[in-house]
C-alpha cells in the first residue's frame, strides 16, 4: 500500500465516532494537565493507564498521545499569560511569552504558538507517516544481536544526553534493568528477587512503578517544598496577530519545527533541548537580538514550534523499533504490551489500523488544540488559581484506583507507596527518573535478546561487533559517550539547562 | 566534618547505589550462574549488580570532592502521612468496600498537607469519592462492591 492508502485507513480509523471522543477526551485532559503545574503528562498517562484496559488499543494509544501533545499546548499558554510553565518544554516561551502578555498582546502570542505547534504537529505527523514503514521494513530483519545492540544504544543515549548528571543517569537504567528482571525467569522458571511474595513471581507492575515514581514521589516532593505560587494573570484583549508578526514568525516556525524534528528522533533529548536551541538558533540569527527577552515574537514562534515537532517525532522509534525515546514513550511501549500487542517492527504490518489510526489522530488532536484552546483560555486561567491542596488528593485517588485496578492486588497498591518513597529520596539525591523507567521496560527484552544472542553465536560475544548492523550500534553507542564525557559538551549542555 | 558528610548528596548516592547493587549480587548468587554461552538466571541480575556497585562507588567518591549538599525540602508528615493514606486504602478496599478506602485515602492525603481545614476537608473527601464511584463504578463499571455489608 501507498502513502496515500495507508492515510485513507488510518483517517478512516481516527475519525470514528468512538475514536475521535478518545481524541478530544485525550487532548483535553492534556492540556488541563499542561496547565496545572505540578502534575504532567507522565504522571497522568501512568495514572490512566489502567482505565485504558477496557478499551481497544487504538482508542486507548489515541487518548495517552492525545495527553501527551495536549499537555504541550498547555504548557505554553500558561507560561504566556502567567509566566508559569506548565510543562518543561515551555520554560524558554515563558521569557518572551510573558514580555508579549505585559505589554497587551498576550493574544498574539497565544495565537502564534498555537499555530505554530499545529504546523509542526502537521509536519511531524507526515515525517512518522513518510519515515515509518522504511525503518520498520529494515529492522524487520534485525536478529537477537541487532536488537541487544539496538537496545544498548538507545539506553546509553537516553540516559546520557538526557539533562543532569551521567553516572546517575546511567545507574539509574541500570537500576531500571533490575527491576525489570524481578519475577520468573523465562529460560529457567525461577522466581528472581521475588522475596518469596508469589505475587512478585509475575513481575512488578509497570504501573506500580510508573505511578509510585512519577505521581506519588512527585506529590511527596511538592509537599515539602514549601514555595507558594501566586498567579497574576494578563488580560487576553485581541487574539490575532498583525502581519508583521506573522511576517517575523513564519522563519522561526519553519527552523524550530526543523530543530524539533531533529531531536525528536534522538533518544534522550526532552522537547526542553529542541526548545532551547530554537529559542538561541533564533536570538542568534535575529537582525537585532536586543528585542529579545523583551517580547520578541520570534522566541515564541520558534520554541513553541520545535517542541511539538519533537514530541510527534519521538513516537517514530517507539512505533517502528519498538525503542522508546523518552519516559512517555516508555509508558506507550508498556500500554501496547498491556493490551497484548508485542512492541517491535511487525506492529505496522499486523496491526496497520492501530500505526496509521494513531498517526491520523495526531493530526486530528493538533486541530482540535488550536480550535479548542484559543476559546477556552479564560477557563484554563481560572483553573490555575485552583490551589494544590485541593489538587493532590484527587490525584491520590485516582493512582491507587488506577494501580489496584490492574490486578486488584492490594499488595501493588503497598508497592506503588513504597516507590513514592523511593521516588522521592531518589529525587532529593539528584538522580533523574527518567531513565529507570526505560530500563525497567527494556530489562526483559535486553536480557532475553542478549540470551539468545549469545546461545545462536555458541558463547561467542563477537557476534556484536561482527555483524554489520550490530557494529553500527555498537560504534553509535560508543561515539555518544565518548563525545558527552568531553567536559566542555557537558558544560554547555549544563548552562543551556539553567 | 561529620556534618559535612551527612549532607553530602552524591556521597549519599554512592552508599545507596553500592547497597543496591550488593544485595542483588548476594541474592543472585542462589540462582545458577551459568557459562556466556548458556546463561543461568543468576548471570544477568550479577553483572547489574556489580555495574551498580561500580557506579556507586565512582558516584560516592566524587560526592566526596565536589561536596554537593542535598537539597529541596523533607517534610515529614508528608513522608509518613501520604504512603499511610495508600496502605490503608490497601487494606480497606478488600475488607471495607470501595467507598471507606477512597474516604480514607482522600482524608489522609489532605492531611498530609502543611493547610489543614477541617471544613474544607471533609467537603473534599465527600466530592472526590462521590466523583470517583461515578466515573469509576457507574461510569466504567469497575465491579467494587461500593460498601461492605449492604
Same mark, same amino acid.
Given at each position: 500500500?501507498?502513502?496515500?492508502?495507508?492515510?485513507?485507513?488510518?483517517?478512516?480509523?481516527?475519525?470514528?465516532?468512538?475514536?475521535?471522543?478518545?481524541?478530544?477526551?485525550?487532548?483535553?485532559?492534556?492540556?488541563?494537565?499542561?496547565?496545572?503545574?505540578?502534575?504532567?503528562?507522565?504522571?497522568?498517562?501512568? =495514572?490512566?493507564?489502567?482505565?485504558?484496559?477496557?478499551?481497544?488499543?487504538?482508542?486507548?494509544?489515541?487518548?495517552?498521545?492525545?495527553?501527551?501533545?495536549?499537555?504541550?499546548?498547555?504548557?505554553?499558554?500558561?507560561?504566556?499569560?502567567?509566566?508559569?510553565?506548565?510543562?518543561?518544554?515551555?520554560?524558554?516561551?515563558?521569557?518572551?511569552?510573558?514580555?508579549?502578555?505585559?505589554?497587551?498582546?498576550?493574544?498574539?502570542?497565544?495565537?502564534?504558538?498555537?499555530?505554530?505547534?499545529?504546523?509542526?504537529?502537521?509536519?511531524?505527523?507526515?515525517?512518522?507517516?513518510?519515515?515509518?514503514?522504511?525503518?520498520?521494513?529494515?529492522?524487520?530483519?534485525?536478529?537477537?544481536?541487532?536488537?541487544?545492540?539496538?537496545?544498548?544504544?538507545?539506553?546509553?543515549?537516553?540516559?546520557?544526553?538526557?539533562?543532569?548528571?551521567?553516572?546517575?543517569? @546511567?545507574?539509574?537504567?541500570?537500576?531500571?534493568?533490575?527491576?525489570?528482571?524481578?519475577?520468573?525467569?523465562?529460560?529457567?522458571?525461577?522466581?528472581?528477587?521475588?522475596?518469596?511474595?508469589?505475587?512478585?513471581?509475575?513481575?512488578?507492575?509497570?504501573?506500580?512503578?510508573?505511578?509510585?515514581?512519577?505521581?506519588?514521589?512527585? $506529590?511527596?516532593?511538592?509537599?515539602?517544598?514549601?514555595?507558594?505560587?501566586?498567579?497574576?494573570?494578563?488580560?487576553?484583549?485581541?487574539?490575532?496577530?498583525?502581519?508583521?508578526?506573522?511576517?517575523?514568525?513564519?522563519?522561526?516556525?519553519?527552523?524550530?519545527?526543523?530543530?524539533?524534528?531533529?531531536?525528536?528522533?534522538?533518544?534522550?533529548?526532552?522537547?526542553?533541548?529542541?526548545?532551547?536551541?530554537?529559542?538561541?538558533?533564533?536570538?542568534?540569527?535575529?537582525?537585532?537580538?536586543?528585542?529579545?527577552?523583551?517580547?520578541?515574537?520570534?522566541?515564541?514562534?520558534?520554541?513553541?514550534?520545535?517542541?511539538?515537532?519533537?514530541?510527534?517525532?519521538?513516537?517514530?522509534?517507539?512505533?517502528?523499533?519498538?525503542?522508546?525515546?523518552?519516559?512517555?514513550?516508555?509508558? =506507550?511501549?508498556?500500554?501496547?504490551?498491556?493490551?497484548?500487542?508485542?512492541?517491535?517492527?511487525?506492529?505496522?504490518?499486523?496491526?496497520?489500523?492501530?500505526?496509521?489510526?494513531?498517526?491520523?489522530? =495526531?493530526?486530528?488532536?493538533?486541530?482540535?488544540?488550536?480550535?479548542?484552546?484559543?476559546?477556552?483560555?479564560?477557563?484554563?486561567?481560572?483553573?490555575?488559581?485552583?490551589?494544590?491542596?485541593?489538587?493532590?488528593?484527587?490525584?491520590?485517588?485516582?493512582?491507587?484506583?488506577?494501580?489496584?485496578?490492574?490486578?486488584?492486588?492490594?499488595?501493588?497498591?503497598?508497592?506503588?507507596?513504597?516507590?513514592?518513597?523511593?521516588?522521592?529520596?531518589?529525587?532529593?539525591?539528584?538522580?533523574?527518573?527518567?531513565?529507570?523507567?526505560?530500563?525497567?521496560?527494556?530489562?526483559?527484552?535486553?536480557?532475553?535478546?542478549?540470551?539468545?544472542?549469545?546461545?545462536?553465536?555458541?558463547?561467542?560475544?563477537?557476534?556484536?561487533?561482527?555483524?554489520?548492523?550490530?557494529?553500527?550500534? $555498537?560504534?553509535?553507542?560508543?561515539?555518544?559517550?565518548?563525545?558527552?564525557?568531553?567536559?566542555?559538551?557537558?558544560?554547555?549542555?549544563?548552562?543551556?539547562?539553567? | 566534618?561529620?556534618?559535612?558528610?551527612?549532607?553530602?548528596?552524591?556521597?549519599?548516592?554512592?552508599?545507596?547505589?553500592?547497597?543496591?547493587?550488593?544485595?542483588?549480587? @548476594?541474592?543472585?548468587?542462589?540462582?545458577?550462574?551459568?557459562?556466556?554461552?548458556?546463561?543461568?538466571?543468576?548471570?544477568?541480575?550479577?553483572?547489574?549488580?556489580?555495574?551498580?556497585?561500580?557506579?556507586?562507588?565512582?558516584?560516592?567518591?566524587?560526592?566526596?570532592?565536589?561536596?554537593?549538599?542535598?537539597?529541596?525540602?523533607?517534610?515529614?508528615?508528608?513522608?509518613?502521612?501520604?504512603?499511610?493514606?495508600?496502605?490503608?486504602?490497601?487494606?480497606?478496599?478488600?475488607?471495607?468496600?470501595?467507598?471507606?478506602?477512597?474516604?480514607?485515602?482522600?482524608?489522609?492525603?489532605?492531611?498530609?498537607?502543611?493547610?489543614?481545614?477541617?471544613?474544607?476537608?471533609?467537603?473534599?473527601?465527600?466530592?472526590?469519592?462521590?466523583?470517583?464511584?461515578? $466515573?469509576?463504578?457507574?461510569?466504567?463499571?469497575?465491579?467494587?462492591?461500593?460498601?461492605?455489608?449492604?
Amino acid at each position: 500500500m501507498d502513502l496515500l492508502g495507508n492515510l485513507v485507513l488510518g483517517f478512516g480509523v481516527a475519525l470514528s465516532l468512538q475514536n475521535l471522543l478518545y481524541c478530544f477526551i485525550g487532548v483535553l485532559v492534556g492540556t488541563l494537565i499542561g496547565v496545572l503545574p505540578g502534575i504532567g503528562p507522565l504522571a497522568t498517562i501512568a =495514572m490512566l493507564l489502567p482505565i485504558t484496559f477496557s478499551v481497544p488499543p487504538v482508542a486507548a494509544l489515541i487518548m495517552l498521545a492525545g495527553i501527551y501533545y495536549g499537555a504541550q499546548y498547555g504548557g505554553s499558554t500558561t507560561a504566556i499569560l502567567v509566566n508559569l510553565p506548565g510543562e518543561t518544554s515551555s520554560v524558554v516561551t515563558c521569557i518572551d511569552g510573558y514580555q508579549m502578555a505585559r505589554q497587551g498582546r498576550a493574544g498574539p502570542a497565544l495565537a502564534v504558538a498555537a499555530l505554530g505547534s499545529f504546523f509542526a504537529g502537521t509536519v511531524g505527523t507526515l515525517l512518522i507517516a513518510l519515515a515509518g514503514p522504511p525503518l520498520a521494513e529494515f529492522a524487520l530483519s534485525f536478529a537477537a544481536p541487532e536488537y541487544f545492540s539496538l537496545m544498548l544504544m538507545g539506553l546509553v543515549a537516553a540516559a546520557v544526553l538526557a539533562q543532569g548528571d551521567m553516572a546517575k543517569s @546511567l545507574a539509574m537504567v541500570v537500576l531500571g534493568l533490575l527491576l525489570g528482571i524481578v519475577g520468573t525467569d523465562v529460560n529457567s522458571g525461577i522466581a528472581r528477587f521475588s522475596f518469596g511474595v508469589t505475587e512478585l513471581t509475575d513481575g512488578i507492575g509497570f504501573v506500580v512503578v510508573a505511578v509510585g515514581v512519577f505521581a506519588i514521589g512527585e $506529590i511527596i516532593s511538592n509537599l515539602g517544598d514549601a514555595t507558594r505560587r501566586t498567579v497574576e494573570t494578563a488580560k487576553v484583549t485581541h487574539l490575532f496577530p498583525t502581519r508583521e508578526d506573522i511576517r517575523r514568525s513564519i522563519g522561526p516556525v519553519l527552523r524550530g519545527t526543523s530543530l524539533g524534528a531533529f531531536f525528536g528522533v534522538l533518544p534522550g533529548t526532552g522537547p526542553a533541548i529542541a526548545s532551547f536551541s530554537s529559542y538561541m538558533l533564533e536570538k542568534k540569527l535575529a537582525a537585532d537580538p536586543d528585542r529579545f527577552g523583551r517580547g520578541a515574537i520570534e522566541g515564541v514562534a520558534g520554541p513553541e514550534s520545535a517542541n511539538n515537532a519533537d514530541a510527534q517525532c519521538k513516537f517514530i522509534p517507539m512505533l517502528t523499533l519498538g525503542l522508546p525515546a523518552s519516559g512517555v514513550m516508555a509508558l =506507550m511501549l508498556g500500554a501496547l504490551t498491556i493490551q497484548g500487542i508485542q512492541p517491535g517492527p511487525q506492529v505496522m504490518t499486523q496491526r496497520p489500523e492501530l500505526f496509521w489510526g494513531l498517526i491520523a489522530s =495526531m493530526w486530528i488532536g493538533n486541530l482540535m488544540l488550536v480550535i479548542l484552546n484559543l476559546p477556552l483560555i479564560g477557563l484554563w486561567v481560572r483553573l490555575l488559581s485552583m490551589p494544590y491542596r485541593l489538587l493532590y488528593p484527587a490525584i491520590m485517588a485516582f493512582s491507587a484506583i488506577g494501580v489496584f485496578s490492574v490486578n486488584n492486588s492490594p499488595l501493588e497498591i503497598y508497592l506503588a507507596a513504597l516507590f513514592g518513597v523511593l521516588g522521592l529520596v531518589w529525587m532529593r539525591l539528584g538522580f533523574p527518573l527518567a531513565p529507570l523507567l526505560l530500563g525497567f521496560v527494556l530489562g526483559p527484552m535486553l536480557e532475553e535478546n542478549l540470551r539468545r544472542a549469545l546461545l545462536q553465536a555458541a558463547g561467542n560475544p563477537m557476534v556484536f561487533v561482527t555483524r554489520p548492523i550490530s557494529l553500527v550500534f $555498537i560504534l553509535a553507542t560508543l561515539a555518544i559517550l565518548v563525545v558527552m564525557a568531553f567536559p566542555a559538551i557537558r558544560r554547555r549542555q549544563r548552562d543551556i539547562a539553567d | 566534618m561529620i556534618a559535612v558528610l551527612r549532607n553530602n548528596r552524591d556521597l549519599w548516592a554512592g552508599v545507596m547505589l553500592v547497597g543496591i547493587g550488593a544485595g542483588a549480587v @548476594l541474592m543472585a548468587r542462589d540462582y545458577p550462574f551459568g557459562t556466556t554461552l548458556r546463561m543461568g538466571a543468576g548471570y544477568f541480575p550479577s553483572v547489574l549488580g556489580w555495574i551498580l556497585i561500580a557506579f556507586g562507588c565512582w558516584i560516592g567518591v566524587s560526592g566526596l570532592r565536589h561536596r554537593a549538599v542535598i537539597e529541596g525540602g523533607w517534610s515529614p508528615r508528608a513522608l509518613l502521612v501520604l504512603p499511610l493514606s495508600l496502605v490503608l486504602f490497601g487494606v480497606f478496599i478488600d475488607r471495607a468496600g470501595f467507598v471507606p478506602a477512597l474516604a480514607v485515602l482522600i482524608f489522609g492525603a489532605a492531611a498530609a498537607g502543611r493547610d489543614f481545614r477541617l471544613v474544607e476537608v471533609l467537603a473534599l473527601t465527600a466530592f472526590l469519592t462521590a466523583l470517583c464511584v461515578l $466515573i469509576f463504578v457507574v461510569g466504567l463499571g469497575l465491579p467494587y462492591p461500593l460498601v461492605f455489608g449492604f
